[in-house]
């Protein structure tokens, strides 16, 4: 997990008409627009392409040198030693074992690796870098100088044009920088602890981080605006997260989480590259073991103008079975939250948390099993049971 604080600037889209700041300085969006006047329809508007989100506060890592890829490939989770140009995906740094560390979405334009962290979670991940250099031609760089936007959806086209305006890479970068997440593909070589990416609530949700020059971030939301899309908060932006089942690193990576607990080994794993830390783990989990927690989505009820806190414990009959990872209030399911409990917490009982009790849905299947786990377990048969 991260051990820094994030860099605490305020957003100077803050200037933007309607704009409500976020003054927690414990929240990881410290400085950030809250909303514009209505989270409700600002999320709307962001699941029809029609707006964008200020992600300033959010790091950027640039990676260059001729061995950067190599290297990169065989310190993580992912499987990039043949990534192209233009192409985008995210990969996961775990301890010795097995347990999630960090995560960021990655984009190649061919001559630099660009790397997308959480906020307060970018200098972490260079410090882990830089220490593993060596004799490898590679140099890592934390970019404070560069901001991102994100969107969804036909709003890309948008902001593809603004960040090919609003970067000035020079001969560091061929391609203008614009990150697709992968969530919810199931990528090849990976695995779903979750359902088929058909069935998966965010399958038609396309997500785009675009790099921008800082100094060119407000100007780049006032052209954005003169496109027909409105900005919109960071509370929308969270409410799209947490009902498309996305784990953020700033708050679902808990204490000792594991990939396979959050149904991170669909976009960021894969399970047939060469030796990284934590690989053993992640094989054995899969092959032999269950993961001893699983995110569930949970439909609160209780107080209209609260929310549980990131870390309020579960209690089901008066025992604490997990914790809430993330709570947000939607705009058609209103108050609901990501919580990670025990695998055996039975799905059909009503969860408490603090002042609010609510129903499961399955994220994680409680059985334990990933798409591509054995139907028993390898040696049964030498044991004389299946």
Request: aromatic fraction near 6%; charged fraction near 25%.
């Amino acid at each position: 997990m991260s051990d820094s604080q994030p860099t605490r600037r305020v957003s100077p889209l803050l200037q933007l008409e309607g704009a409500v700041a976020n003054e927690d300085e414990s929240s990881p969006d410290y400085g950030m627009a809250l909303h514009y006047s209505s989270p409700s329809r600002e999320e709307r508007a962001l699941l029809a392409g029609q707006a964008f989100t200020d992600l300033s506060h959010c790091e950027v890592l640039q990676l260059t040198g001729p061995d950067r890829i190599s290297w990169l490939n065989s310190l993580t989770t992912q499987k990039i030693d043949q990534i192209q140009a233009g192409e985008s995906t995210e990969l996961l740094l775990l301890d010795p074992n097995g347990h999630l560390q960090n995560a960021v979405g990655v984009f190649e334009d061919g001559a630099t690796t660009w790397l997308i962290a959480d906020s307060g979670w970018g200098q972490p991940m260079a410090d882990f870098l830089t220490s593993m250099k060596f004799m490898m031609r590679v140099e890592v760089s934390v970019r404070e100088d560069l901001a991102i936007l994100g969107a969804l959806g036909t709003a890309a086209d948008s902001l593809r044009d603004v960040a090919a305006t609003a970067q000035s890479l020079g001969s560091e970068g061929k391609l203008p920088v614009l990150w697709r997440d992968p969530w919810p593909g199931t990528g090849p070589g990976s695995a779903t602890y979750g359902p088929s990416d058909a069935e998966h609530p965010a399958r038609e949700r396309a997500v785009y981080l675009a790099i921008v020059e800082r100094t060119e971030l407000l100007a780049a939301a006032e052209q954005l605006i003169t496109m027909v899309l409105q900005p919109a908060g960071t509370e929308a932006w969270e409410a799209v997260r947490v009902t498309s089942w996305r784990p953020r690193p700033a708050m679902e990576i808990v204490e000792r989480a594991l990939p396979h607990e959050l149904d991170w080994l669909r976009t960021a794993v894969h399970l047939e590259k060469g030796c990284y830390r934590g690989q053993e783990t992640v094989a054995k989990l899969i092959n032999l073991g269950r993961p001893p927690r699983r995110l569930v989505m949970v439909y609160l009820e209780g107080p209209v103008d609260e929310l549980p806190n990131h870390g309020d414990v579960v209690v089901v009959d008066e025992r604490v079975v997990g914790t809430i990872t993330s709570a947000v209030r939607d705009s058609e399911d209103g108050p609901v939250a990501l919580a990670l409990v025990r695998r055996n917490v039975p799905v059909d009982r009503v969860l408490e948390v603090g002042n609010f009790r609510g129903g499961q849905q399955v994220i994680v299947d409680p059985g334990g099993k990933s798409s591509v786990s054995p139907s028993s377990r390898p040696g049964a048969e030498f044991r004389g049971r299946r």
